[in-house]
């Protein structure tokens, strides 16, 4: 994963450095530096780097992963506290990148190099606004190096969203800036943050006004609450202004997680309950699902404590543990997922067959495929779980075994877990909303051909999106009369039942991430 990592951000300096103008081409060398790892340098020794006390750790290495997330294009991790890609030794590769080491990251700077990475992610479009808005001119904001930039969203996210000691933010960052880049980087970040801390006490930071046509206030909002102006669009017209509001505050939150006793390994809640205990984890046992527990933070101490290596318990969100309520599975069943990578909810109907029954696991991605069967053999759900390597719609084509439940939790655009997929709203376009209708047509036919007479098909999204949810069942069932629909009502709570019976969690109403299911059953 490292060398392909690097290998693509080789080849993205490579792009730049073709096109580069006189502007641009700093760029070039930061990029450079931190895509090409000097040679054996996947040894963990850092010992060819000067150490340097007076860095913060925290800061050099949100630096180097916000670089790495939007150079690399790297799914920003927030459950891999070492960095995607880094292997065992993420200083190591700060250092490279660098050119210098800074002391190892103790838990408080861990819990802060998520925030600040996590944080300045969210509000990248925000922080922008004010970068740009106290930069000398607009060119001198559209060419500054990647890192340079890092360095002042960390510096603004510092001041403006987490309310840290202004001066020290300063001081610091500007330091960072002079060592990883040169002086006059420092006198730049120096004079820029000197200028927002002021406008700060004055309270008169430089944001634009709700006002004028709907087309400015959704640029307006998209800037005041950081997320593209087609998704605040979309939202207002489907949910109004309000909602639409509430759901970016949702997003722009710290992502609260929730995890699941393996019940498969014999491990029941209270078990882990006694675990979170000892451990100082606060947590609180969830309303809707007997084997879930939420907590707010310290997720990080329970990775450290190996409670997931070791298969105690899953990191999953109770609105996908909901979809698995939705389809109820029952021992001696045979139920195929169709999408199942990588395998949250197969392991988690597995582990309700009690030993009795199967799930086929299908999916087109044969490396997280992978994760799912290591996943099943270690929470001891191996023995009735089979994994498929295929493209749903060519299996379907050619397959005569029937099943009584087949799942389609369908790929979509992931508009409902905005809040823990920092870098999703960026990375999404309103172009892929189409392309992603489409092809959740083409499976759902796929599917809707593996469900026995009188079995059941549930078709299940983590998106908010009418036209991916219920407006896909609509036309479905129009192609499709041979299915009805199966209310849900008698498989969760009736909080979560909207209109038509479908499964719908709202983020704003749930405090869950947002998704989507719908049963419907074939005609016998
Ligand atoms: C939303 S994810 C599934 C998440 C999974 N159900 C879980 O709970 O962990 C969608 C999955 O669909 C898979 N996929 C996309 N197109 C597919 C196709 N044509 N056939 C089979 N799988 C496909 C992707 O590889 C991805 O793993």
Redesign the pocket.
Known sequence: MAHLLSLRLTLSAAETNKTSSPNTRRTHKTTTSISAPKRGSSSPSNKTHKLNLEISPHRAVSAVRLMRIELGGAFADLLNEKGKGSGNNEMGYVARTLGFRTRNLEDRDFRLVTNIVGGTIRWRRYLDHLIGSLCHDEKTFRSMEPLLLQILRIGFYEIVKLNMPPYAVVDENVRLAKVALRPGAGSMVNGILRKLVLLKENNSLPLPKLEGDKRSQARALATLYSHPVWMVRRWTRYFGQEEAIKLMMWNNRDPSFSLRANKGRGVTRADLVMQLNSLKVLHELSFHLDDFVCIKTGLQIVVQAGLLKEGICSV?DES?GL?VSVVDPQPGESII??????????LFMASRLSGKGMVSA????KG??KI?RETAKMHQVDGVVTTIH????I?AENNSVKFDKV?L????S?LGVLSKRADLRWNRKLEDLEQLKN?QD??LD?ASTLVKPGGVLIY???SIDPEENEERIHAFLLRHPEFNIDPVDRYVPPDFVVKHGFYLTNPVKHSLDGSFAARLVRAS
């Open positions: 999953q996908a979809v997922d169709c999408c199942a990578a990588p395998g949250g909810k197969t299908i999916d087109i991605n997280r495929l799912l295929a493209d749903l719609r299996f799942l939790d369908a790929p979509c992931g092809l083409e499976l796929a299940s999204t983590c």
